[in-house]
T-cell receptor
Framework: DAGITQSPRHKVTETGTPVTLRCHQT?????MYWYRQDPGHGLRLIHYSYGVKDTDKGEVSDGYSVSRSKTEDFLLTLESATSSQTSVYFCAISSLGSSGANVLTFGAGSRLTVL | AQTVTQSQPEMSVQEAETVTLSCTYDTSESDYYLFWYKQPPSRQMILVIRQEAYKQQNATENRFSVNFQKAAKSFSLKISDSQLGDAAMYFCASKQGGSEKLVFGKGTKLTVNP
C-alpha cells in the first residue's frame, strides 16, 4: 500500500459513540487527505492536511474533525457517530509528480458501520 | 466550483476489445489536472492515467489512453485489448492548479466478459 496504513479496517459502532480512524504514512509526505466513498456519490473529500497542525475542510466536513500532531499520522474523528456516516473511508497522501500533478496514493480503506 | 460527471454508471466489454469511458468536467480555472483512477473489487484505488490541461498531447499508458477535448471539457478513457483484470470501478477526477482538492465523478463500473 505504498506506505499508507489505515486502522481499523473494519468497525461497527452504535449511534452516538465517538469513533477515531487513523491513517499512518511512512512516506514523509506533507499532504494527507480523508475521503468517504458512498454508492452513487463517488469519493468526497472530508478534510485534508498540508502539514503538522495545518488542516482544512473539504466538501463534506460536517460531523467530522481531524488532527495531525505528527507528519506520519492523520486522525479522523466522529465525535458522535450517526447512521449517515456509515461509509468506506479512504486516507490518501499526495505524491507530486514531476509535472506537479497532485497524484494521490490511497490507503486500503476503512469500512465503518454505524447502527 | 469544480464538477466531474460520468454519465455511464455501467459499461461492459468483451475480452480483447476496446471500450471508452466518458467523463466531462467543469472548471473556471485554466490550470488544472485530470485523472482516471481504477478501483477493483479489492477496493484499492489505483491511478490509471493523468493529463495536464496545458498539454495538447493525449496521455497514454500502455493499453490506456485518453481523448482530451479541452474546449468541450471532455476527458474520456479508452481501454484497448481489454483484459479480465480491467474489470473495476473507474473514477474520473479533476484538480485545479493551486488547490489540493481532488474532485471525483461518481464512477463507471466496467465489466469484462470472457
Amino acid at each position: 500500500d505504498a506506505g499508507i496504513t489505515q486502522s481499523p479496517r473494519h468497525k461497527v459502532t452504535e449511534t452516538g459513540t465517538p469513533v477515531t480512524l487513523r491513517c499512518h504514512q511512512t512516506e514523509n509526505h506533507r499532504y494527507m487527505y480523508w475521503y468517504r466513498q458512498d454508492p452513487g456519490h463517488g469519493l468526497r473529500l472530508i478534510h485534508y492536511s498540508y502539514g503538522v497542525k495545518d488542516t482544512d475542510k473539504g466538501e463534506v466536513s460536517d460531523g467530522y474533525s481531524v488532527s495531525r500532531s505528527k507528519t506520519e499520522d492523520f486522525l479522523l474523528t466522529l465525535e458522535s457517530a450517526t447512521s449517515s456516516q456509515t461509509s468506506v473511508y479512504f486516507c490518501a497522501i499526495s505524491s507530486l509528480g514531476s509535472s506537479g500533478a497532485n497524484v494521490l496514493t490511497f490507503g486500503a480503506g476503512s469500512r465503518l458501520t454505524v447502527l | 466550483a469544480q464538477t466531474v460527471t460520468q454519465s455511464q454508471p455501467e459499461m461492459s466489454v468483451q475480452e480483447a476489445e476496446t471500450v471508452t469511458l466518458s467523463c466531462t468536467y467543469d472548471t473556471s480555472e485554466s490550470d488544472y489536472y485530470l485523472f482516471w483512477y481504477k478501483q477493483p473489487p479489492s477496493r484499492q484505488m489505483i491511478l490509471v492515467i493523468r493529463q495536464e490541461a496545458y498539454k495538447q498531447q493525449n496521455a497514454t499508458e500502455n493499453r490506456f489512453s485518453v481523448n482530451f477535448q479541452k474546449a468541450a471539457k471532455s476527458f474520456s478513457l479508452k481501454i484497448s485489448d481489454s483484459q479480465l483484470g480491467d474489470a473495476a470501478m473507474y473514477f474520473c477526477a479533476s484538480k485545479q492548479g493551486g488547490s489540493e482538492k481532488l474532485v471525483f465523478g461518481k464512477g463507471t463500473k466496467l465489466t469484462v466478459n470472457p
